[in-house]
């Protein structure tokens, strides 16, 4: 008896496009390099903070650049994408969040993480302003 070839599913290029679903998770994810792109310039100010004044004064100088206002108002939108998909999908992806005896809605989770969100980069900001 012969061997029976295994089942290759043929994959089309182009198949998430089909379907809005992984249109929205595609884009999600196309958003993680522009985060790794703002880890890296933010790693890049911490060194230079550590550096000295010097340091820090030519990064500053470096992000007041036409070009990195840019990269930076670019990065704003994706980032901003990125975080509303993050704390969209979080409910679907943690264990129920049980408080005072009821569950929490997925709708409050997701609000109290993009209110989280907006705190923590108002608090930068003004910490970035007091360095200025």
Same mark, same amino acid.
């Given at each position: 008896m012969a061997a029976?070839?295994?089942?290759?599913?043929? $994959?089309? @290029?182009?198949?998430?496009?089909?379907?809005?679903?992984f249109v929205r998770y595609m884009a999600r994810e196309m958003t993680a390099p522009f985060v790794a792109l703002y880890a890296v310039i933010l790693l890049a100010g911490i060194v230079?903070?550590?550096?000295?004044p010097g340091a820090w004064a030519a990064y500053v100088a470096l992000l007041r650049t036409p070009g990195a206002?840019? $990269?930076? @108002?670019?990065?704003?939108?994706?980032l901003a994408y990125h975080t509303?998909?993050?704390?969209?999908?979080?409910?679907?992806?943690?264990?129920?969040l049980v408080l005072g005896g009821r569950k929490v809605?997925?709708?409050g989770i997701t609000a109290a993480g993009l209110v989280a969100a907006?705190?923590?980069?108002?608090?930068l900001w003004l910490l970035a302003g007091a360095f200025a």
């Open positions: 029976r070839r295994p089942y290759v599913r043929p $994959v089309q @290029a182009g198949w998430w496009r089909r379907n809005p679903f230079c903070l550590a550096s000295g206002i840019g $990269v930076h @108002a670019l990065l704003l939108v994706v509303y998909t993050w704390f969209g999908i979080m409910p679907k992806t943690m264990p129920p809605a997925a709708a907006a705190l923590c980069m108002i608090a």
